[in-house]
């Protein structure tokens, strides 16, 4: 049974004092038994015996226990609905104290010559329970009941074996130590339920706990009461019956009302919520549009949440730290969509800023190649055409430099469009070392073709393959050292998916690429820096560009290499 707070002033009914025939009506029936006992001390005459039949009084406490164990499962189910972790607990010991009675009635009328008695461990089981249902933590939660709900099932199975194997075997050999020392457990275990339970509604109005408390004194007071039952069917054994009864009717019916008492409570809290959440909403959004603005919190708006919602001033106080939050976390954002804004802007500045600057550069670049190419044709000693040529290449190399930063911002714009057609490759590989054959010359490389003169056409954009291929070849020639020898490799193979793919391969034997930079290799600038044979530095953009490049055309592009081994990249292009 939960303790439950006290309601809010709005409210003040549940804090009422309780009227004084209440508390002498509940007085009078926990004081019968020890009265009735006392007298039947004091006047041994009153001791009366009213015998009956032992198959009569065993089918009495069998259906007296059966009704127990209905009225436990509804207390159970009830606490269930509620998340009551104190009903729960009481109802699981209510359910196995009246089955340790069922099986201690079918028992021993089995037996010639049972002696009628109630067992003691039945009333231990639920005093026991009682304790543990009064210093339950849990609250009305469904994480903390759905926790303890396995531990109090596995604790009430072990508490009903134990029970019924007390009543069958302990009972039967050693029944006046097993009376004592159940009396004794029982006793002390009310008296610490009745205390926990005095300091729980100490606060609260009594009315509705005086059941569980005079419930708790009953099941004492039974226990206190077969110590003074000297024979059967006296008058303090029937004092001891009717005490179990009525004190466990008593606590079922305490923890049934509570939980009823609670579903309606939460009914009118819901209720009066449903009436005061349109007052809350607007005066909330008037107090963050205030605070967003930097002004304090509306005197106005604290009145009205006093008036109108009833709120305490730590209520309103809490509101307004979470209005604060609110308020602050929307400037925030704002803040946020602001500078993301201002960022897109500046992204958008630099890439026309980047266009523009490499379109004005092309338009020289053209030109100056032309005018090498003039310079090569005329009649020039050695020394000059070398110098002719290494010029040629280098603007050549710039060029397709130009045009590299060109399809990268069309492709991430999302205007990059593929010109595709019939592309033959070993014309295309042929084209590509025709233009770099000065170059390996100058740089003392070789270059193999291994590409098949009976190779299919493919599909693809011949300009942009081409480049990629130059770029592939030039990063070979450019980052190694003299004698290298590269090896361009055309062949077909299945695809995995479906028809055949292309794959170009183009491998040195140079001194290779270090490890922690293959990973990087293929971003922009991730290349960027020494090459792997610190002669020449690279701008990182050219295997940025393949790897777009290879992307549009569906394929994919892949590198494999060893520090002191060369390196491989390799190209598969499906057939499109």
Same mark, same amino acid.
Request: with cysteine; glycine share 6%.
């Given at each position: 049974?939960?303790h439950m707070?006290?309601?809010?002033p709005?409210?003040?009914?549940s804090n009422?004092?309780?009227?004084?025939?209440?508390?002498?009506?509940?007085?009078v029936v926990?004081?019968?038994?020890?009265?009735?006992?006392a007298?039947?001390?004091?006047?041994p005459?009153l001791?009366r015996r009213?015998?009956?039949?032992?198959?009569l009084?065993?089918?009495?406490v069998?259906?007296?226990?059966?009704?127990?164990?209905?009225?436990a499962?509804?207390?159970i189910?009830?606490a269930?609905?509620?998340?009551?972790?104190?009903?729960?607990a009481?109802?699981?010991?209510?359910?196995c104290?009246?089955?340790?009675?069922l099986i201690h009635?079918?028992?021993?009328?089995?037996l010639?010559n049972?002696?009628?008695?109630?067992?003691?461990?039945?009333?231990v089981?639920?005093?026991?329970f009682l304790v543990?249902?009064a210093?339950?933590p849990?609250?009305?939660?469904?994480?903390?009941l759905?926790?303890?709900w396995?531990?109090? !099932? +596995?604790l009430?199975?072990?508490?009903?074996? +134990?029970?019924?194997?007390?009543t069958?075997?302990?009972?039967?050999?050693e029944?006046?130590?097993?009376?004592l020392?159940g +009396?004794?457990?029982t006793?002390?275990?009310?008296g610490?339920?009745?205390w926990?339970?005095?300091q729980l509604?100490?606060?609260?109005?009594?009315?509705?706990?005086?059941?569980?408390? =005079?419930?708790?004194?009953l099941l004492g007071e039974?226990?206190?009461?077969r110590l003074?039952?000297?024979?059967?069917?006296?008058v303090?054994?029937?004092?001891?019956?009717l005490?179990?009864?009525?004190?466990?009717a008593?606590?079922a019916?305490?923890?049934?009302?509570e939980v009823r008492s609670?579903r309606?409570?939460?009914?009118v809290?819901?209720?009066?919520y449903e009436q005061?959440r349109?007052v809350?909403v607007?005066a909330? $959004?008037?107090?963050?549009?205030?605070?967003?603005?930097?002004?304090?919190?509306?005197?106005?708006?604290?009145?009205?949440?006093?008036?109108?919602?009833g709120l305490s001033?730590?209520?309103i106080?809490?509101?307004e730290r979470?209005?604060?939050?609110?308020?602050r976390?929307r400037?925030?954002?704002?803040a946020l969509?602001?500078?993301?804004?201002?960022l897109?802007?500046?992204?958008?500045n630099?890439?026309?800023?980047?266009?523009?600057?490499?379109?004005?550069?092309?338009n020289?670049l053209?030109?100056?190649?032309?005018? /090498?190419?003039l310079?090569?044709a005329a009649?020039?000693?050695e020394?000059?055409?070398s110098?002719?040529d290494?010029?040629?290449?280098?603007?050549?190399?710039?060029?397709?430099?130009?045009?590299?930063?060109? $399809?990268?911002?069309?492709?991430?714009?999302?205007?990059?469009r593929l010109?595709l057609g019939?592309?033959?490759?070993?014309? /295309?590989?042929a084209?590509?070392?025709?233009e770099?054959a000065?170059?390996?010359?100058?740089?003392?490389?070789?270059?193999?073709?291994?590409v098949?003169?009976?190779?299919? !056409?493919i599909?693809?954009?011949?300009?942009? !393959?081409?480049r990629i291929?130059l770029?592939?070849l030039s990063? =070979?020639?450019?980052?190694?050292s003299r004698g290298t020898l590269?090896?361009?490799?055309?062949?077909r193979?299945?695809?995995?998916?479906?028809?055949?793919?292309t794959?170009?391969?183009?491998?040195d034997?140079?001194?290779g690429?270090p490890?922690?930079?293959?990973?990087r !290799?293929?971003?922009?600038?991730?290349a960027a820096?020494e090459?792997?044979s610190?002669r020449?530095?690279?701008t990182?953009?050219?295997l940025a560009?393949?790897k777009?490049a290879?992307?549009?055309?569906g394929?994919?592009?892949?590198?494999?290499?060893f520090p002191?081994d060369?390196a491989t990249?390799?190209?598969r292009?499906?057939?499109?």
């Amino acid at each position: 049974m939960s303790h439950m707070p006290a309601d809010p002033p709005s409210v003040p009914a549940s804090n009422q004092p309780t009227p004084w025939w209440v508390i002498a009506g509940w007085t009078v029936v926990v004081l019968i038994v020890p009265i009735m006992l006392a007298l039947v001390n004091v006047f041994p005459d009153l001791d009366r015996r009213v015998v009956m039949s032992p198959v009569l009084y065993f089918s009495l406490v069998a259906a007296v226990a059966v009704s127990g164990i209905a009225v436990a499962l509804a207390v159970i189910i009830a606490a269930l609905q509620a998340l009551d972790g104190r009903a729960l607990a009481t109802g699981l010991g209510l359910l196995c104290g009246a089955a340790v009675f069922l099986i201690h009635a079918l028992v021993d009328a089995a037996l010639p010559n049972a002696r009628p008695d109630p067992p003691i461990i039945g009333q231990v089981i639920v005093s026991i329970f009682l304790v543990l249902g009064a210093f339950d933590p849990l609250s009305r939660s469904h994480d903390p009941l759905r926790r303890q709900w396995p531990r109090l !099932l +596995a604790l009430s199975a072990f508490v009903l074996i +134990a029970g019924a194997f007390w009543t069958i075997v302990l009972e039967t050999s050693e029944r006046a130590a097993a009376w004592l020392i159940g +009396a004794s457990v029982t006793i002390v275990a009310c008296g610490i339920a009745l205390w926990r339970y005095i300091q729980l509604y100490r606060q609260l109005s009594l009315h509705r706990s005086f059941a569980l408390l =005079a419930g708790i004194v009953l099941l004492g007071e039974a226990a206190l009461a077969r110590l003074f039952t000297a024979s059967a069917f006296n008058v303090p054994f029937w004092l001891c019956h009717l005490a179990i009864a009525i004190g466990m009717a008593f606590i079922a019916y305490a923890f049934l009302y509570e939980v009823r008492s609670q579903r309606q409570r939460n009914l009118v809290q819901r209720a009066a919520y449903e009436q005061a959440r349109p007052v809350l909403v607007a005066a909330m $959004d008037v107090v963050i549009e205030t605070l967003e603005r930097g002004d304090p919190f509306p005197p106005d708006t604290r009145i009205r949440f006093q008036r109108e919602a009833g709120l305490s001033d730590a209520q309103i106080d809490a509101l307004e730290r979470l209005a604060l939050a609110i308020a602050r976390e929307r400037r925030q954002r704002e803040a946020l969509a602001q500078l993301d804004e201002l960022l897109r802007q500046s992204e958008r500045n630099t890439a026309l800023l980047a266009q523009m600057v490499i379109h004005d550069l092309k338009n020289p670049l053209t030109a100056l190649i032309g005018f /090498l190419e003039l310079l090569s044709a005329a009649d020039l000693s050695e020394s000059q055409r070398s110098l002719i040529d290494s010029a040629l290449r280098n603007g050549r190399d710039l060029a397709g430099l130009v045009d590299d930063l060109l $399809d990268l911002i069309r492709y991430n714009e999302g205007r990059l469009r593929l010109s595709l057609g019939d592309v033959s490759l070993p014309v /295309l590989c042929a084209e590509c070392a025709d233009e770099l054959a000065g170059w390996l010359l100058y740089e003392s490389k070789t270059l193999i073709l291994d590409v098949s003169p009976t190779l299919p !056409l493919i599909r693809a954009d011949a300009r942009i !393959l081409k480049r990629i291929l130059l770029n592939l070849l030039s990063n =070979a020639i450019k980052h190694t050292s003299r004698g290298t020898l590269i090896t361009l490799r055309v062949w077909r193979e299945p695809h995995p998916d479906r028809g055949e793919q292309t794959v170009i391969e183009v491998a040195d034997t140079g001194p290779g690429i270090p490890p922690e930079r293959i990973e990087r !290799l293929f971003e922009p600038f991730g290349a960027a820096g020494e090459s792997r044979s610190r002669r020449q530095s690279s701008t990182g953009l050219g295997l940025a560009f393949c790897k777009m490049a290879v992307t549009a055309h569906g394929g994919t592009i892949e590198v494999s290499s060893f520090p002191g081994d060369g390196a491989t990249f390799r190209i598969r292009l499906p057939d499109l």
